[in-house]
């Protein structure tokens, strides 16, 4: 195998990939890129067993042949190249890399032990526009757990109906947004890593282009111009937010958006070092209090707001609740609550399209 590619558009296209290449892993090929030269182009691909990307992208191709070579090192070494051409070529000693009058080396595997991934999934195929998914992804992923002890929460539930409905949920806060969808090919129901999902956010460069999701045996391929992502999905059952989110509310308050994220923002800074960043919120009227205190001080600010129903105070994870504050889009949010040991709403104003559930937490003092 030998090629000659921009610097730049290789190391791009390397560092892509190299998102799916395994790490802490006993099989050192899954820490490898396939590099496969033919005739005009270069096609990476690397997979860790769940999470799978290839792309292609345009080289002088002078002799055709593939071979793995280390995904994170060779990320990390084309990342000082970007205004070179680069000559990558395989010989007994692995990979010989040259730029300029340089040449250097960097071991590798042969291809065949790679694994090899289906990539011929198309039972079932959903059409939506690439601004819309990345909105609903940022909108909620968030909220996924990040430990293992319940799989299934690690990804999103993605249902599609007449919409795409998008839920996460960790243990004490839960996401749930919606946006359309232009086409289908039937009713479908599925739980996608989050990480797969931040990985598709990163691929999607055009908000009007319509981009097309494709299901079949558990596993889900989505592909844009030359890179394709493959994914396994998460099997199991996911929490039903009907039992969750409640329905109605003893207190509703109104607030100004800006100014709340600012003043929790404050008060937060005194609590960074506890566990649970601790804020408090006491509505009252046409205003709400927001205040935090630890041995480095205390914070006390006042936001104007409408609220009805019955006065509240309420404490909980700052992180959260700015997390929540930022996902939402309008100048006034709703902030729906139960009590104070409760879980409570929050939304914009005017449009309904995405809710957060918060745990508030129990203020010891």
């Not at 558009?9 to 496969?36: D, F, G, H, Q, Y």
């Not at 692995?94 to 040449?103: M, N, W």
């Not at 990804?155 to 749930?176: I, V, W």
Request: charged content about 25%; proline content about 3%; hydrophobic content about 40%.
């Amino acid at each position: 195998m030998k090629f000659v590619c921009n610097g730049l558009t290789l190391s791009e296209a390397v560092l892509k990939v190299s998102k799916a290449c395994a790490v802490r892993t006993t099989a050192p090929i899954m820490e490898c890129i396939l590099v496969s030269a033919r005739t005009e182009e270069v096609t990476l691909f690397a997979t860790d067993g769940e999470l799978s990307i290839r792309k292609t992208v345009k080289a002088d191709v002078f002799e055709e042949g593939e071979i793995c070579i280390p995904g994170k090192l060779l990320a990390d070494f084309l990342g000082k190249l970007v205004e070179e051409e680069v000559m990558i070529a395989s010989s007994e000693r692995g990979a010989e890399i040259r730029y300029r009058d340089s040449a250097s080396f960097i071991q590798a595997m042969g291809a065949e032990d790679f694994p090899k991934i289906n990539l011929e999934i198309g039972e079932k195929s959903f059409v939506i526009k690439q601004g819309d998914l990345k909105k609903i992804i940022a909108g909620t992923t968030f909220c996924c757990a990040q430990d293992d002890s319940r799989p299934v929460l690690k990804g999103c539930l993605m249902e599609f109906g007449d919409n795409l409905e998008m839920t996460a949920l960790d243990g004490y806060r839960l996401a749930l947004s919606h946006v359309d969808i232009l086409a289908k090919s039937g009713e479908n129901s599925i739980i996608c890593p989050a990480r797969t999902l931040a990985e598709i956010s990163r691929m999607l460069t055009d908000d009007e282009k319509e981009i097309t999701l494709y299901t079949q045996g558990g596993m889900l391929m989505v592909g844009s111009d030359d890179m394709v992502i493959v994914s396994r999905l998460y099997q199991g059952e996911f929490i039903k937010k009907e039992n969750v989110i409640p329905s109605r509310f003893t207190t509703v308050a109104t607030l100004p958006r800006t100014e709340l994220i600012a003043s929790a923002e404050r008060a937060a800074i005194l609590n960074r070092g506890d566990k649970n960043n601790l804020i408090t919120l006491d509505i009252a009227g046409d205003a709400v209090r927001i205040s935090s205190a630890s041995e480095a001080g205390n914070v006390a600010e006042t936001v104007p707001a409408s609220a009805e129903g019955l006065d509240l105070t309420i404490s909980m994870n700052a992180k959260y609740l700015l997390d929540s504050l930022r996902a939402l889009g309008e100048e006034k949010v709703v902030i729906s609550f139960n009590g104070p040991i409760s879980p409570f709403i929050l939304q914009n104003s005017e449009q309904k399209d995405s809710l957060y559930l918060i745990l508030p937490v129990r203020n010891a003092s």
